[in-house]
């Protein structure tokens, strides 16, 4: 777990905004349809109930063209 995002750099429900100056949000996807999640999650999350574990991290923007 990332210490500075915590829960959010592991969930399945994240996504990683980045801004035209560079930069990085991170988005809770179920605050779509849950008004009591947070749109972006004050970091770092150290308990959340909808947790749920990716089976990958969520990929900031741009990172999947950086080589391994
Ligand atoms: S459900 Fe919780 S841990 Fe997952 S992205 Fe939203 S705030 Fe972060």
Redesign the pocket.
């Known amino acids: 777990m990332s210490d500075a995002v915590g ?2 750099a592991a ?4 996504r990683v905004i980045e801004n035209r100056r560079g930069s990085r949000f ?1 988005l ?4 779509r349809i849950d008004p009591s ?2 749109r972006y ?1 004050r970091l770092p ?1 150290l308990a ?1 109930a ?3 574990r990716a089976p990958r991290p969520p990929t900031p923007p741009g990172a999947e063209d950086e080589p391994a």
């Open positions: 829960l959010c969930c399945a429900h994240a991170w809770c996807e179920r605050a999640f947070a999650p999350v959340c909808g947790f749920e």
